[in-house]
């Protein structure tokens, strides 16, 4: 079955920094990307996707690059803040003949912006 | 949290007894999830729904049954808790169409402790 390795499990940052986080997935047939970010006692909120049909996508100071050729995407965060401290999972799909996302996630990375 | 609620949001109960959690939508939303999160792991998950009435396993399905008989509602049951269910358990909501994966939306968590 699919398997989703995420690295760093920790990343520590000043604020204004740029931080990335790296994952690897197993399925060559995956088709959607998706990154998710919870705060503390809260659920995971999606933050940015990304399909098999694009390499990249941005929004504002947050982006996602896909390489289906190593099978590896990465969340890129510029300009970090305080408020981006949080855990970061990547989570990997494959299609599925009903539409339903059967995620695999990964690990999750701790990111800590220090003022 | 887009319209997912949980309940209970905590709950303590010994070992051996049953367990139901309750996931209530209020977006219409054809396919529900039940996962569970633990250190180190991420989110692994438990049983999904495609329709009323229409559920399969996951991953770690093991110990857990589930049920829908209404469109907004997606019950998890511990038939007899264990500590090794203790954890952290969300409940998510997917559109659907077309056999291309939507975004999952996820609920505030219950945490489970079993004594």
């Known amino acids: 079955g699919e398997n989703v390795e995420q690295h760093p499990s920790t990343l520590s940052v000043q604020e204004g920094d740029s931080a990335v986080i790296k994952c690897t997935y197993s399925d060559s047939a995956s088709n959607y990307f998706p990154w998710y970010k919870q705060e503390l006692g809260k659920g995971p909120q999606l933050i940015i996707d990304?399909?098999?049909?694009?390499g990249e996508k941005k929004d504002q100071r947050i982006a996602v690059t896909l390489n289906k050729t190593a099978k590896h995407f990465s969340l890129h965060i510029t300009e970090t803040q305080p408020e981006d401290s949080a855990v970061y999972f990547c989570?990997?799909?494959?299609?599925?003949?009903?539409?339903?996302?059967?995620?695999?996630f990964g690990a999750g990375t701790r990111l800590a912006v220090h003022p | 949290d887009a319209g997912i609620t949980q309940s209970p949001r905590h709950k303590v109960t010994e070992t051996g007894t049953p367990v139901t959690l309750r996931c209530h939508q209020t977006e219409n939303h054809r396919y529900m999830y039940w996962y569970r999160q633990d250190p180190g792991h991420g989110l692994r998950l438990i049983h999904y729904?495609?329709?009323?009435?229409?559920?399969d396993k996951g991953e770690v399905s093991d110990g857990y049954s589930v049920s829908r008989s209404k469109t907004e509602d997606f019950l998890l049951t511990l038939e007899s808790a264990t500590s090794s269910q203790t954890s952290v358990y969300f409940c998510?909501?997917?559109?659907?169409?077309?056999?291309?994966?939507?975004?999952?939306?996820f609920g505030p968590g219950t945490r489970l402790t079993v004594t």
């Open positions: 998510a909501i997917s559109e659907s169409g077309g056999g291309y994966p939507y975004e999952q939306y």
């Open positions: 729904s495609y329709g009323v009435k229409d559920t």
């Open positions: 990304i399909r098999s049909n694009v």
């Open positions: 989570a990997a799909s494959r299609p599925s003949r009903g539409g339903y996302n059967k995620l695999i």
